[in-house]
């Protein structure tokens, strides 16, 4: 009856024949129609420059994936395609579309390799090729606080390290040490010391496709790492440090003053992370805290990038047009609008500096200039043009950022928020009666809430494929946390920090500082909460480059597309989550020193060999998807171990060994099917496979995997591979 009573006065509708008729009619118009009329909507909303972006940061993959370093040869054969490509494209494009396209691609491809080239060659610096140890004299250049002591980066300039006759000892220029105890306290960036130091060239990637922390050092300037032993001393320069050290070195001591005070106000862990969200000096925070955080989902505050900019510089903006407009001369008389974007894009740039100018924060400036800037030009201040404007700027400053997780997760987070609010402000909206005061009330907190669950839903489902690849981790509950936190970190974290540091000079900052606390303390209690939930947090084991390509694929089509073509990110999608479930894992990972290794035992998990050191082991347990610790007794079931060595069976290749010493060897060679050992293996070894000291010197961490009967290697270094960072026939340590 009441479906009789819906339908009457209407006509049937046949849906499947309409359907069928839509279809009939898609059919009827050829492929080459359909794909252009989408590309002419594309051209219309202006999306050339987002795949300009993408196409640069492809070159730069490119740079970075290809297995021998281009030199100047290189820079200068790129940089003429880039030129050549680029104005032909400019001149063909009145004539044939396409072709201009096509053109623009190529010029786009080759400038992103040819600024990963003149990176490479402008950040050049010494580099420590053996471990060595002696008394070095520099100046400090940053010094930052950390639980038990301090970290130090030293600008070297005299020494007394041991070289090789061959010179293989390459004096570090920038060298980044530890000092334990409370011996760090006397120093302060500037200071001219001399100590005795341990210093390691800086380590290479664990496993095959993790973290290379020697290729972040070498971009970094870091020609080293280590410890300091003993006190520093204290001494009168040799000569001046130069003005951007002296700069730097002081607005370096002027953040480790703020730190300090935020810190001692607030007092504990609260005070911890409320320095670190000013400063950007993270050494105080445990962590404990770090991982209750990350459990949570909500990191991502305690990393200064675009939600800190956009609130720092939204005060700013917001409170000094009130402050104006509450003056009438002044409103009526000045354009009090572009008065405050101004004012805002100052207040990001001194906060970026301020706060150390990481990749995420300069991101952050620029987007914030950008959308400011657009304030005072009278444009559009958000859009996909304006992301990939800032995009292609850092890239072209610090192409190396394209590889890690800071860049990717903050433009893809961007990146799908800009294109959730495009949609949005696409649908049309249907006026609603004007509310009461109290519906009013309600429905900015129904909205607000909303936000914050659909910003989160967006930026978690564009950041998800990074996070799983470059840390093997999800937070199912990190949407409760973030409408948790965020609230608090909007209404009262953030506006409290920019209020404290305008009281500062004043020496009235501390209740902006001790309000601050309080809000940083709730965010911390929500996320205790929501870590100790049953799954917080979901090891997920490491996949490949290849499903992370089509995830990244599927992510810049559904976010740049405006067209029908938007719907091809879907296929591509499917795609990667398939091949992210289904990862190939190695059934063997080797250390680079040849220590200890992991294999995969009978019950399918991984066992241990030797001792690799437990932040290695915690690495290859993650990557396999393994929530074990790296004490875990479990990871010692089945191997065999005395002082001589270790022996375990890998089902379907036979015994592995581990030898430490070289009275092992004889028994070793002759029944293990790998044999991996620290020490140099004799030449009459008959073992198959034998990774020693040697080979491993030249091959890094190894990762074997068994295909119908054989063993597949995959090493960090990659014949004939050469790259700057990569030191090479380096010795293992002793």
């Known amino acids: 009856m009441i479906a009789d009573r819906i339908g009457a006065g209407r006509p049937a509708i046949d849906v499947p024949a309409r359907i069928a008729a839509a279809w009939r009619r898609w059919r009827l118009v050829p492929l080459r129609t359909r794909l252009a009329a989408a590309l002419l909507i594309e051209l219309e909303r202006r999306r050339l420059l987002p795949w300009g972006a993408v196409l640069f940061g492809i070159g730069i993959l490119v740079f970075f994936q290809a297995q021998v370093g281009a030199g100047r040869t290189g820079l200068v054969l790129s940089s003429a395609a880039a030129l050549v490509a680029g104005i032909g494209a400019l001149r063909l494009r009145s004539r044939s579309l396409a072709g201009g396209l096509a053109l623009a691609g190529v010029a786009f491809l080759a400038a992103g390799f040819a600024a990963a080239v003149h990176r490479q060659q402008v950040v050049a610096a010494p580099v420590l090729v053996v471990p060595a140890g002696g008394t070095v004299a520099g100046f400090v250049e940053s010094l930052e606080d950390r639980e038990g002591g301090v970290r130090l980066v030293l600008r070297i300039d005299d020494h007394d390290l041991p070289t090789t006759a061959e010179g293989s000892l390459r004096t570090p220029l920038r060298v980044r040490v530890t000092l334990r105890g409370a011996g760090g306290n006397a120093l302060a960036p500037g200071d001219w010391i001399e100590a005795r130091v341990r210093l390691l ?22 020609g080293a790492v280590g410890g300091l032993v003993g006190e520093p001393r204290v001494l009168p320069p040799p000569r001046p440090p130069g003005l951007a050290l002296a700069v730097a070195a002081r607005l370096d001591a002027l953040r480790n003053a703020v730190t300090a005070r935020i810190a001692q106000t607030v007092g504990g862990q609260p005070g911890a992370v409320a320095a670190a969200l000013v400063t950007g000096k993270r050494g105080l925070i445990t962590e404990e805290t770090n991982e209750v955080l990350r459990a949570a989902g909500v990191y991502h505050i305690v990393s200064i990038s675009g939600l800190h900019m956009v609130l720092a510089a939204g005060t700013v903006f917001f409170g000094l047009r009130a402050l104006l407009a509450a003056v009438p001369a002044l409103a009526l008389a000045w354009p009090i609008k572009k008065i405050a974007a101004g004012a805002a894009i100052l207040a990001g740039a001194l906060y970026c500096v301020f706060s150390g ?7 952050a400036l620029i987007m914030t200039t950008i959308v400011f800037g657009a304030v005072l030009l009278d444009r559009t201040a958000l859009s996909m043009r304006n992301l990939a404007l800032a995009a292609l700027i850092v890239l072209v400053r610090e192409p190396e950022a394209l590889v890690g997780p800071s860049f990717q997760m903050s433009f893809s987070a961007v990146a799908g928020l800009i294109a959730g609010a495009e949609w949005q402000a696409s649908r049309p909206r249907r006026p609603a009666p004007p509310p009461g005061r109290i519906g009013r009330a309600l429905r900015g907190v129904r909205n607000g809430l909303t936000g914050i669950v659909v910003t989160t839903l967006i930026a978690t489902a564009a950041t998800g494929p ?28 953030m506006p409290a920090a920019v209020l404290g540091m305008a009281l500062a000079p004043l020496g009235l900052d501390a209740p902006a500082w001790l309000g601050m606390g309080a809000g940083v303390a709730q965010v911390i209690a929500f996320s205790e909460w929501v870590a100790g939930l049953p799954g917080a947090r979901v090891v997920v084991p490491a996949f490949g480059m290849h499903a992370l390509g089509l995830l990244v694929a599927a992510l810049l089509v559904a976010t740049i597309c405006v067209s029908r073509l938007r719907l091809l ?56 998807g393994d929530s074990r610790a790296p004490d875990d007794p479990s990871l010692a079931a089945g191997v065999a171990c005395d002082p001589l060595g270790c022996v375990a069976p890998l089902p379907g290749v036979g015994a592995v060994a581990l030898v430490r010493e070289p009275g092992a060897f004889a028994e070793d060679c002759a029944r293990a099917a790998l044999l991996v050992s620290r020490l140099t293996a004799p030449g009459w070894c008959a073992a198959p496979h034998v ?27 990659r014949a004939p591979e050469t790259r700057p960072w990569l030191v090479r026939d380096r010795p293992a340590e002793e």
């Open 466 to 493: 990074f996070a799983a690849f470059h840390f093997q981790v999800a937070n199912p509950y990190g949407i409760l946390g973030n409408v948790l936190a965020l609230p608090l970190v909007t209404v009262l974290v």
């Open 691 to 717: 990774l020693d000291r040697a080979r491993l010197a030249r091959t890094g961490a190894v990762t074997l995997r068994l295909h119908d009967g054989a063993l597949a290697m995959e090493t960090v270094r």
């Open 201 to 222: 060239p800086p380590p290479e990637a664990v496993r095959p496709g993790g973290y290379d922390f020697a290729k972040s050092a070498w971009f970094a300037g870091i």
């Open 357 to 363: 100018s990481a990749v995420a924060t300069e991101r």
């Open 569 to 624: 990110a879907l296929p591509l999608a499917v795609a990667g989550m398939l091949a992210a479930s289904d990862p190939d894992r190695p059934d063997l990972y080797i250390d680079r020193d040849g220590r200890g290794l992991a294999l995969r035992g009978p019950d399918g998990r991984l066992v241990v060999l030797g001792a690799p050191g437990d932040f290695v082991l915690a690495q290859w347990l993650v990557a396999d």
